[in-house]
Protein backbone atom coordinates (compact mmCIF):
# COMPACT_ATOMS: atom_id res chain seq x y z
CA UNK A 1 0.00 0.00 0.00
CA UNK A 2 1.32 3.46 -0.69
CA UNK A 3 2.75 5.58 2.48
CA UNK A 4 0.85 8.93 1.69
CA UNK A 5 2.54 11.55 3.68
CA UNK A 6 0.81 14.87 1.84
CA UNK A 7 -2.91 15.03 0.88
CA UNK A 8 -4.05 18.54 -0.69
CA UNK A 9 -7.78 17.87 -2.21
CA UNK A 10 -9.48 20.68 -3.67
CA UNK A 11 -7.67 23.82 -3.04
CA UNK A 12 -8.92 26.69 -3.73
CA UNK A 13 -7.63 30.40 -3.35
CA UNK A 14 -9.07 33.33 -4.96
CA UNK A 15 -7.23 36.94 -5.30
CA UNK A 16 -9.59 39.88 -6.29
CA UNK A 17 -10.64 39.46 -9.62
CA UNK A 18 -8.62 35.93 -10.08
CA UNK A 19 -9.06 32.32 -8.83
CA UNK A 20 -5.22 31.44 -8.64
CA UNK A 21 -5.74 27.68 -7.88
CA UNK A 22 -9.34 25.45 -8.84
CA UNK A 23 -10.04 22.17 -7.06
CA UNK A 24 -6.22 21.60 -7.06
CA UNK A 25 -5.65 18.21 -5.63
CA UNK A 26 -1.57 16.96 -4.69
CA UNK A 27 -0.61 13.69 -3.68
CA UNK A 28 3.15 13.20 -2.16
CA UNK A 29 4.22 9.73 -0.87
CA UNK A 30 6.68 9.46 1.61
CA UNK A 31 10.54 9.34 0.49
CA UNK A 32 9.81 10.69 -2.88
CA UNK A 33 10.80 14.10 -4.52
CA UNK A 34 7.85 15.23 -6.15
CA UNK A 35 8.08 17.84 -8.68
CA UNK A 36 5.07 20.86 -9.62
CA UNK A 37 5.64 22.22 -13.18
CA UNK A 38 3.53 24.67 -14.84
CA UNK A 39 3.70 27.60 -16.71
CA UNK A 40 4.23 31.42 -14.74
CA UNK A 41 1.15 32.13 -13.46
CA UNK A 42 -0.69 28.34 -12.97
CA UNK A 43 -0.36 28.64 -9.02
CA UNK A 44 3.00 25.95 -8.06
CA UNK A 45 4.04 28.38 -5.23
CA UNK A 46 0.77 29.47 -4.20
CA UNK A 47 0.10 26.17 -3.82
CA UNK A 48 3.12 25.64 -1.46
CA UNK A 49 2.39 29.07 0.11
CA UNK A 50 -1.07 27.27 1.07
CA UNK A 51 0.58 24.22 2.04
CA UNK A 52 3.20 25.99 4.16
CA UNK A 53 0.50 28.85 6.34
CA UNK A 54 1.76 31.85 4.55
CA UNK A 55 -1.80 32.11 3.29
CA UNK A 56 -3.61 30.81 6.15
CA UNK A 57 -6.24 28.47 7.00
CA UNK A 58 -9.50 29.97 6.09
CA UNK A 59 -8.37 32.08 3.27
CA UNK A 60 -9.13 28.91 0.94
CA UNK A 61 -10.95 26.24 0.84
CA UNK A 62 -9.99 22.47 0.91
CA UNK A 63 -8.48 20.12 2.86
CA UNK A 64 -4.63 19.51 3.94
CA UNK A 65 -3.44 16.16 5.30
CA UNK A 66 -0.41 15.58 6.51
CA UNK A 67 0.19 12.52 7.72
CA UNK A 68 -3.32 11.36 7.99
CA UNK A 69 -4.12 14.30 9.83
CA UNK A 70 -5.81 16.96 8.73
CA UNK A 71 -4.03 20.65 9.27
CA UNK A 72 -4.98 23.78 9.59
CA UNK A 73 -1.82 26.26 9.69
CA UNK A 74 -2.70 30.13 10.50
CA UNK A 75 1.21 30.96 10.19
CA UNK A 76 4.93 29.04 8.86
CA UNK A 77 5.63 29.09 12.06
CA UNK A 78 2.42 25.96 12.30
CA UNK A 79 4.00 24.06 9.46
CA UNK A 80 7.47 24.19 10.11
CA UNK A 81 6.76 22.21 13.82
CA UNK A 82 5.36 19.85 11.76
CA UNK A 83 8.41 19.34 10.01
CA UNK A 84 7.62 21.25 7.14
CA UNK A 85 9.84 23.49 5.62
CA UNK A 86 9.84 25.51 2.58
CA UNK A 87 12.98 26.99 1.01
CA UNK A 88 11.88 30.41 -1.26
CA UNK A 89 13.18 31.28 -4.72
CA UNK A 90 14.24 34.67 -3.10
CA UNK A 91 17.02 33.32 -0.23
CA UNK A 92 16.20 34.26 3.39
CA UNK A 93 19.36 34.72 4.38
CA UNK A 94 20.72 37.97 6.09
CA UNK A 95 24.77 38.81 4.04
CA UNK A 96 26.23 40.23 7.11
CA UNK A 97 25.76 37.24 9.23
CA UNK A 98 27.78 34.13 9.36
CA UNK A 99 26.85 30.85 8.15
CA UNK A 100 26.11 29.34 11.99
CA UNK A 101 24.00 32.67 12.72
CA UNK A 102 21.79 32.45 9.40
CA UNK A 103 21.21 28.35 10.23
CA UNK A 104 20.24 28.75 13.33
CA UNK A 105 18.18 32.20 12.46
CA UNK A 106 15.05 31.94 15.07
CA UNK A 107 16.39 28.96 16.18
CA UNK A 108 18.74 30.01 18.33
CA UNK A 109 20.91 27.95 20.53
CA UNK A 110 21.39 28.51 24.51
CA UNK A 111 18.53 29.77 26.86
CA UNK A 112 15.80 32.36 26.65
CA UNK A 113 18.08 35.33 27.38
CA UNK A 114 21.49 33.92 26.54
CA UNK A 115 22.73 32.65 23.14
CA UNK A 116 25.42 29.52 23.39
CA UNK A 117 28.00 30.43 20.56
CA UNK A 118 29.96 27.63 21.48
CA UNK A 119 26.88 25.49 20.44
CA UNK A 120 25.95 27.37 17.54
CA UNK A 121 28.74 26.98 15.70
CA UNK A 122 29.19 23.25 16.61
CA UNK A 123 26.47 22.08 15.88
CA UNK A 124 26.30 24.41 12.31
CA UNK A 125 29.12 22.71 11.32
CA UNK A 126 27.07 19.42 11.85
CA UNK A 127 24.47 20.81 9.98
CA UNK A 128 27.14 22.07 7.30
CA UNK A 129 28.31 18.61 6.96
CA UNK A 130 24.95 16.68 6.04
CA UNK A 131 25.24 19.25 2.87
CA UNK A 132 28.69 19.07 2.24
CA UNK A 133 29.28 22.46 2.63
CA UNK A 134 32.72 22.71 3.36
CA UNK A 135 33.20 26.29 4.82
CA UNK A 136 33.76 27.87 8.34
CA UNK A 137 30.91 28.61 9.98
CA UNK A 138 32.12 32.24 10.76
CA UNK A 139 32.42 32.69 7.17
CA UNK A 140 29.89 35.96 6.33
CA UNK A 141 26.98 34.43 3.70
CA UNK A 142 27.66 37.84 1.41
CA UNK A 143 31.11 35.80 1.10
CA UNK A 144 29.62 33.18 -0.34
CA UNK A 145 28.55 32.24 -4.52
CA UNK A 146 24.63 31.37 -4.72
CA UNK A 147 25.07 28.37 -4.75
CA UNK A 148 26.70 27.82 -1.17
CA UNK A 149 24.16 30.34 -0.02
CA UNK A 150 21.42 27.20 -1.25
CA UNK A 151 23.21 24.50 0.76
CA UNK A 152 23.01 27.02 3.73
CA UNK A 153 19.14 27.25 3.05
CA UNK A 154 19.08 23.76 3.08
CA UNK A 155 21.18 23.13 5.83
CA UNK A 156 18.90 25.80 7.99
CA UNK A 157 16.19 23.82 6.84
CA UNK A 158 17.45 20.09 8.34
CA UNK A 159 18.35 21.77 11.36
CA UNK A 160 14.88 22.67 12.27
CA UNK A 161 14.11 18.58 11.65
CA UNK A 162 12.37 18.86 8.47
CA UNK A 163 10.57 15.97 7.25
CA UNK A 164 8.82 17.82 4.22
CA UNK A 165 11.61 20.12 2.19
CA UNK A 166 9.58 22.19 -0.52
CA UNK A 167 12.19 24.03 -2.74
CA UNK A 168 10.73 26.29 -4.79
CA UNK A 169 12.87 27.17 -8.07
CA UNK A 170 16.25 26.11 -6.00
CA UNK A 171 18.69 26.27 -9.18
CA UNK A 172 17.01 29.35 -10.84
CA UNK A 173 20.56 31.39 -10.15
CA UNK A 174 22.85 28.11 -10.02
CA UNK A 175 25.24 27.22 -13.25
CA UNK A 176 25.09 23.78 -14.66
CA UNK A 177 27.61 22.38 -12.08
CA UNK A 178 26.11 23.98 -8.96
CA UNK A 179 22.34 22.85 -10.08
CA UNK A 180 23.47 19.58 -10.16
CA UNK A 181 25.49 19.39 -6.69
CA UNK A 182 22.09 20.07 -5.36
CA UNK A 183 20.01 17.91 -7.15
CA UNK A 184 22.53 15.19 -6.59
CA UNK A 185 22.25 16.80 -2.87
CA UNK A 186 18.65 16.02 -2.74
CA UNK A 187 18.77 12.50 -3.87
CA UNK A 188 21.37 11.38 -1.37
CA UNK A 189 18.74 13.33 1.14
CA UNK A 190 15.75 10.87 -0.07
CA UNK A 191 18.34 8.30 0.56
CA UNK A 192 18.23 9.49 4.23
CA UNK A 193 14.45 9.19 4.40
CA UNK A 194 13.42 12.91 3.39
CA UNK A 195 10.42 13.56 1.46
CA UNK A 196 10.72 16.71 -1.48
CA UNK A 197 8.59 18.90 -3.06
CA UNK A 198 10.60 20.39 -6.14
CA UNK A 199 9.22 23.58 -8.38
CA UNK A 200 11.33 24.01 -11.26
CA UNK A 201 10.85 25.50 -14.75
CA UNK A 202 14.22 23.11 -15.72
CA UNK A 203 12.61 20.04 -17.20
CA UNK A 204 16.06 18.38 -17.71
CA UNK A 205 16.41 18.74 -14.20
CA UNK A 206 13.16 17.41 -13.13
CA UNK A 207 13.59 14.48 -15.69
CA UNK A 208 16.75 13.86 -13.88
CA UNK A 209 15.44 14.09 -10.08
CA UNK A 210 11.69 13.99 -10.11
CA UNK A 211 9.87 10.39 -8.64
CA UNK A 212 6.19 11.82 -9.78
CA UNK A 213 5.60 14.90 -11.49
CA UNK A 214 2.34 16.42 -11.06
CA UNK A 215 1.52 19.32 -13.58
CA UNK A 216 -0.22 22.31 -12.63
CA UNK A 217 -2.07 24.72 -15.36
CA UNK A 218 -4.06 27.57 -14.96
CA UNK A 219 -4.51 26.90 -11.33
CA UNK A 220 -6.54 23.28 -11.71
CA UNK A 221 -4.44 19.60 -11.72
CA UNK A 222 -3.74 18.24 -14.60
CA UNK A 223 -1.89 15.11 -14.09
CA UNK A 224 0.35 13.39 -12.56
CA UNK A 225 2.73 11.72 -14.10
CA UNK A 226 4.77 8.45 -12.60
CA UNK A 227 8.64 9.25 -13.29
CA UNK A 228 10.33 6.32 -10.57
CA UNK A 229 11.89 4.96 -13.94
CA UNK A 230 13.30 8.30 -15.10
CA UNK A 231 11.91 7.85 -18.47
CA UNK A 232 9.56 10.91 -18.63
CA UNK A 233 11.25 13.56 -21.15
CA UNK A 234 10.73 17.15 -21.55
CA UNK A 235 8.62 17.03 -24.91
CA UNK A 236 5.96 14.85 -22.71
CA UNK A 237 6.13 17.35 -19.71
CA UNK A 238 5.49 20.20 -22.22
CA UNK A 239 2.77 19.03 -23.53
CA UNK A 240 0.80 18.66 -19.86
CA UNK A 241 2.43 22.14 -18.85
CA UNK A 242 0.50 23.74 -22.30
CA UNK A 243 -1.58 21.96 -23.52
CA UNK A 244 -0.19 21.56 -27.15
CA UNK A 245 3.34 20.11 -28.29
CA UNK A 246 5.65 22.06 -28.65
CA UNK A 247 7.76 21.06 -31.63
CA UNK A 248 10.41 23.70 -31.77
CA UNK A 249 11.79 25.42 -28.89
CA UNK A 250 13.23 28.24 -30.58
CA UNK A 251 11.52 30.40 -33.26
CA UNK A 252 12.87 30.15 -36.40
CA UNK A 253 14.07 33.24 -37.69
CA UNK A 254 15.78 34.48 -41.25
CA UNK A 255 18.70 35.89 -40.73
CA UNK A 256 19.85 39.09 -42.61
CA UNK A 257 22.50 40.55 -41.34
CA UNK A 258 23.48 44.16 -41.86
CA UNK A 259 26.36 46.69 -41.38
CA UNK A 260 28.01 46.46 -37.89
CA UNK A 261 25.22 48.86 -35.63
CA UNK A 262 27.81 48.61 -32.28
CA UNK A 263 31.21 47.50 -31.48
CA UNK A 264 33.00 48.10 -28.63
CA UNK A 265 37.31 47.73 -28.32
CA UNK A 266 39.76 47.20 -26.33
CA UNK A 267 36.92 47.71 -23.26
CA UNK A 268 38.60 47.37 -19.63
CA UNK A 269 37.13 47.66 -16.64
CA UNK A 270 37.84 47.70 -12.80
CA UNK A 271 36.57 46.63 -10.14
CA UNK A 272 34.44 49.80 -8.42
CA UNK A 273 35.93 48.95 -4.92
CA UNK A 274 38.83 46.86 -5.65
CA UNK A 275 41.25 49.13 -7.07
CA UNK A 276 43.43 46.72 -8.87
CA UNK A 277 41.48 43.87 -9.99
CA UNK A 278 40.19 44.04 -13.74
CA UNK A 279 36.52 42.31 -13.69
CA UNK A 280 37.07 43.22 -17.73
CA UNK A 281 39.62 43.25 -19.64
CA UNK A 282 40.48 44.29 -23.00
CA UNK A 283 37.43 43.06 -24.77
CA UNK A 284 36.72 43.86 -28.71
CA UNK A 285 33.08 42.95 -29.46
CA UNK A 286 30.67 43.43 -32.41
CA UNK A 287 27.16 43.11 -33.25
CA UNK A 288 25.99 44.01 -36.88
CA UNK A 289 22.22 45.17 -37.07
CA UNK A 290 19.39 42.01 -37.76
CA UNK A 291 21.83 40.05 -35.59
CA UNK A 292 21.63 38.24 -32.39
CA UNK A 293 24.93 37.79 -30.54
CA UNK A 294 25.23 35.85 -27.37
CA UNK A 295 27.65 35.72 -24.58
CA UNK A 296 28.40 32.40 -23.02
CA UNK A 297 30.70 31.67 -20.06
CA UNK A 298 30.39 30.76 -16.07
CA UNK A 299 29.29 32.55 -13.59
CA UNK A 300 31.97 35.18 -12.40
CA UNK A 301 33.34 35.48 -16.18
CA UNK A 302 32.45 39.21 -16.53
CA UNK A 303 29.11 38.96 -19.05
CA UNK A 304 27.03 41.37 -16.80
CA UNK A 305 29.92 43.22 -15.12
CA UNK A 306 30.80 44.08 -19.14
CA UNK A 307 27.33 44.45 -20.06
CA UNK A 308 26.29 47.62 -17.00
CA UNK A 309 29.71 49.24 -18.06
CA UNK A 310 28.76 49.54 -22.07
CA UNK A 311 25.31 50.44 -20.41
CA UNK A 312 26.21 54.33 -19.43
CA UNK A 313 29.17 53.10 -17.03
CA UNK A 314 26.71 51.81 -14.52
CA UNK A 315 29.26 49.53 -13.36
CA UNK A 316 32.58 49.69 -12.66
CA UNK A 317 35.83 52.44 -12.45
CA UNK A 318 38.55 53.61 -14.74
CA UNK A 319 36.08 52.26 -17.90
CA UNK A 320 38.67 52.28 -20.86
CA UNK A 321 37.89 51.49 -24.60
CA UNK A 322 35.99 52.67 -27.37
CA UNK A 323 32.67 52.32 -28.37
CA UNK A 324 30.97 52.87 -31.86
CA UNK A 325 27.51 52.98 -32.52
CA UNK A 326 27.03 53.10 -36.33
CA UNK A 327 30.57 53.54 -36.89
CA UNK A 328 30.49 57.04 -34.96
CA UNK A 329 32.93 56.94 -31.63
CA UNK A 330 30.79 57.66 -28.57
CA UNK A 331 31.20 58.36 -24.72
CA UNK A 332 28.19 57.32 -23.23
CA UNK A 333 28.72 58.02 -19.00
CA UNK A 334 25.94 58.05 -17.84
CA UNK A 335 22.50 56.15 -18.01
CA UNK A 336 20.72 58.81 -19.67
CA UNK A 337 22.94 59.21 -22.03
CA UNK A 338 22.99 55.35 -23.11
CA UNK A 339 19.45 55.65 -23.35
CA UNK A 340 19.17 58.57 -25.61
CA UNK A 341 21.99 57.32 -27.23
CA UNK A 342 19.50 53.70 -27.87
CA UNK A 343 21.02 51.56 -25.96
CA UNK A 344 18.66 49.16 -23.58
CA UNK A 345 20.18 46.60 -20.61
CA UNK A 346 17.75 43.69 -19.29
CA UNK A 347 19.05 43.05 -16.43
CA UNK A 348 19.18 39.66 -14.55
CA UNK A 349 18.08 41.06 -11.34
CA UNK A 350 14.64 42.49 -12.14
CA UNK A 351 13.73 42.27 -8.30
CA UNK A 352 16.10 44.77 -6.86
CA UNK A 353 17.53 46.19 -10.17
CA UNK A 354 14.51 46.10 -12.83
CA UNK A 355 11.35 46.50 -11.51
CA UNK A 356 9.91 48.65 -8.53
CA UNK A 357 7.63 45.88 -7.09
CA UNK A 358 5.25 47.89 -5.16
CA UNK A 359 4.66 50.20 -7.97
CA UNK A 360 2.04 49.46 -10.41
CA UNK A 361 2.57 48.13 -14.14
CA UNK A 362 1.78 51.43 -16.09
CA UNK A 363 4.32 53.23 -13.67
CA UNK A 364 7.12 50.99 -13.83
CA UNK A 365 6.27 50.66 -18.05
CA UNK A 366 7.21 54.17 -18.86
CA UNK A 367 9.51 54.86 -16.13
CA UNK A 368 12.34 54.50 -18.65
CA UNK A 369 11.08 56.79 -21.24
CA UNK A 370 8.99 59.36 -19.11
CA UNK A 371 9.20 62.00 -22.27
CA UNK A 372 7.05 59.97 -24.33
CA UNK A 373 4.54 60.04 -21.90
CA UNK A 374 4.69 63.52 -20.59
CA UNK A 375 3.06 66.85 -21.73
CA UNK A 376 5.56 69.84 -20.44
CA UNK A 377 7.02 68.12 -17.52
CA UNK A 378 3.80 66.25 -16.39
CA UNK A 379 3.22 62.55 -17.26
CA UNK A 380 0.12 62.31 -19.49
CA UNK A 381 -1.78 59.61 -16.96
CA UNK A 382 -4.31 58.22 -19.51
CA UNK A 383 -0.90 58.34 -22.07
CA UNK A 384 0.69 56.04 -19.70
CA UNK A 385 -2.25 53.82 -19.21
CA UNK A 386 -3.01 53.60 -22.82
CA UNK A 387 0.73 52.67 -23.38
CA UNK A 388 0.65 49.96 -20.77
CA UNK A 389 -1.81 48.32 -21.57
CA UNK A 390 -0.81 48.03 -25.59
CA UNK A 391 2.59 46.46 -23.97
CA UNK A 392 0.07 44.17 -21.79
CA UNK A 393 -1.49 42.91 -24.93
CA UNK A 394 1.38 43.00 -27.35
CA UNK A 395 3.75 40.38 -24.91
CA UNK A 396 0.69 38.52 -23.20
CA UNK A 397 0.82 39.76 -19.90
CA UNK A 398 -1.61 38.13 -17.59
CA UNK A 399 -2.56 40.43 -15.40
CA UNK A 400 -5.94 41.34 -13.52
CA UNK A 401 -5.25 45.05 -14.39
CA UNK A 402 -2.74 47.69 -15.55
CA UNK A 403 -2.80 49.27 -11.89
CA UNK A 404 -1.97 45.79 -10.22
CA UNK A 405 1.22 46.10 -8.71
CA UNK A 406 4.16 43.97 -10.43
CA UNK A 407 5.05 42.37 -7.37
CA UNK A 408 1.75 40.68 -7.16
CA UNK A 409 2.51 39.09 -10.80
CA UNK A 410 4.53 36.14 -11.59
CA UNK A 411 7.96 35.77 -12.38
CA UNK A 412 7.30 35.29 -16.08
CA UNK A 413 4.97 38.15 -16.46
CA UNK A 414 7.47 40.45 -14.02
CA UNK A 415 10.26 39.45 -16.89
CA UNK A 416 7.53 40.54 -20.05
CA UNK A 417 6.89 43.54 -17.91
CA UNK A 418 10.75 44.65 -17.79
CA UNK A 419 11.08 43.90 -21.12
CA UNK A 420 7.87 45.78 -22.23
CA UNK A 421 9.54 48.68 -20.28
CA UNK A 422 13.06 48.81 -22.01
CA UNK A 423 11.36 48.09 -26.03
CA UNK A 424 9.09 51.28 -25.14
CA UNK A 425 12.59 53.33 -25.18
CA UNK A 426 12.53 52.01 -28.94
CA UNK A 427 15.98 50.91 -28.77
CA UNK A 428 18.58 49.89 -31.51
CA UNK A 429 20.54 47.93 -29.14
CA UNK A 430 19.12 45.82 -26.63
CA UNK A 431 21.00 43.78 -24.19
CA UNK A 432 19.44 40.98 -22.73
CA UNK A 433 20.98 39.51 -19.68
CA UNK A 434 19.67 36.24 -18.42
CA UNK A 435 16.63 37.17 -20.32
CA UNK A 436 14.81 33.48 -19.58
CA UNK A 437 15.98 33.10 -16.13
CA UNK A 438 13.20 31.42 -13.59
CA UNK A 439 10.24 31.23 -16.16
CA UNK A 440 8.50 28.41 -17.82
CA UNK A 441 8.92 27.59 -21.49
CA UNK A 442 5.83 29.26 -22.52
CA UNK A 443 6.83 32.58 -21.81
CA UNK A 444 10.69 31.87 -22.71
CA UNK A 445 9.46 31.19 -26.63
CA UNK A 446 7.03 34.70 -26.17
CA UNK A 447 10.71 36.50 -25.32
CA UNK A 448 12.35 34.75 -28.06
CA UNK A 449 9.78 35.90 -30.39
CA UNK A 450 10.49 39.35 -29.18
CA UNK A 451 14.33 39.15 -29.65
CA UNK A 452 13.72 37.45 -33.29
CA UNK A 453 10.87 40.46 -34.17
CA UNK A 454 13.32 42.82 -32.48
CA UNK A 455 16.37 42.04 -35.25
CA UNK A 456 13.63 42.00 -38.05
CA UNK A 457 13.46 45.52 -37.60
CA UNK A 458 17.61 46.03 -37.95
CA UNK A 459 18.35 46.02 -34.42
CA UNK A 460 20.87 44.74 -32.18
CA UNK A 461 20.94 42.32 -29.59
CA UNK A 462 23.17 41.14 -27.67
CA UNK A 463 22.07 37.89 -25.38
CA UNK A 464 24.10 36.88 -22.01
CA UNK A 465 23.10 33.51 -20.92
CA UNK A 466 23.95 30.65 -18.82
CA UNK A 467 21.69 28.39 -20.92
CA UNK A 468 24.53 26.94 -23.29
CA UNK A 469 21.01 25.56 -25.42
CA UNK A 470 19.42 28.81 -25.33
CA UNK A 471 22.23 30.54 -27.02
CA UNK A 472 22.79 28.03 -29.38
CA UNK A 473 19.00 28.17 -30.26
CA UNK A 474 18.75 31.96 -30.78
CA UNK A 475 22.04 33.46 -31.74
CA UNK A 476 24.06 34.15 -34.58
CA UNK A 477 27.78 34.37 -33.08
CA UNK A 478 28.27 33.25 -29.93
CA UNK A 479 31.57 35.19 -27.90
CA UNK A 480 32.91 32.95 -25.16
CA UNK A 481 34.39 34.99 -22.35
CA UNK A 482 36.00 33.70 -18.87
CA UNK A 483 37.68 35.93 -16.27
CA UNK A 484 37.12 39.20 -17.55
CA UNK A 485 38.35 38.37 -21.07
CA UNK A 486 37.07 37.56 -24.84
CA UNK A 487 38.59 33.16 -25.00
CA UNK A 488 36.66 32.35 -28.34
CA UNK A 489 34.16 33.42 -30.93
CA UNK A 490 32.17 31.24 -33.01
CA UNK A 491 29.57 31.32 -36.19
CA UNK A 492 26.22 29.52 -35.36
CA UNK A 493 27.49 26.64 -37.47
CA UNK A 494 30.31 26.33 -36.20
CA UNK A 495 29.40 26.50 -32.17
CA UNK A 496 28.41 23.66 -29.86
CA UNK A 497 28.81 22.99 -25.94
CA UNK A 498 31.21 21.13 -26.44
CA UNK A 499 33.72 23.83 -28.08
CA UNK A 500 32.14 26.74 -25.89
CA UNK A 501 33.23 24.45 -23.09
CA UNK A 502 37.12 23.62 -24.62
CA UNK A 503 37.21 27.32 -24.74
CA UNK A 504 36.90 27.80 -20.82
CA UNK A 505 38.61 24.78 -19.83
CA UNK A 506 41.50 24.99 -21.89
CA UNK A 507 42.14 28.55 -20.22
CA UNK A 508 41.96 27.33 -16.98
CA UNK A 509 44.50 24.34 -17.75
CA UNK A 510 46.23 26.69 -18.92
CA UNK A 511 46.51 29.26 -15.88
CA UNK A 512 46.84 25.99 -13.47
CA UNK A 513 49.35 24.80 -15.21
Known sequence: MTDIVLEMTDITKEFPGVKALDQVNLQVTRGEIHAICGENGAGKTTLMNVLTGTYPYGSYSGEIRYNGELCQFNKIEDSEACGIVIIHQELALI??????????????????????????????????????????????????????????????????????????????????????????????????????????????????????????????????????????????????????????????????????GFEIRDWTVFHPRRVNKKVVDGVNLTIRKGEIVGIAGLIGAGRTELAMSVFGRSYGRNISGQMFIDGKAVELKTISEAIEAGLAYVTEDRKDNGLILDSTINTNHSLANLKRVSKRGVIDRQAERKAAKEMVDRLHVKCRFIDQKVGNLSGGNQQKILLGKWIFTDPDILILDEPTRGIDVGAKYEIYEIANALVAEGKCVLMISSDMSELLGMCDRIYVMDAGRIKGEFPIEEASQEKIMSCIVKDVRKEEA
Open 95 to 260: PHMDIAENIFLGNEQGSKYNIDWRKTHLRAVDQMRLVDLHESPYTLVKNLGVGKQQLVEIAKALSKNVKLLVLDEPTASLNEKDARRLLDLLLALKKEGLTSIIISHKLNEIAYVADSITVIRDGKTIETLSNKEHNIDENRIIRGMVGRELSDRYPKRKSTVGDV
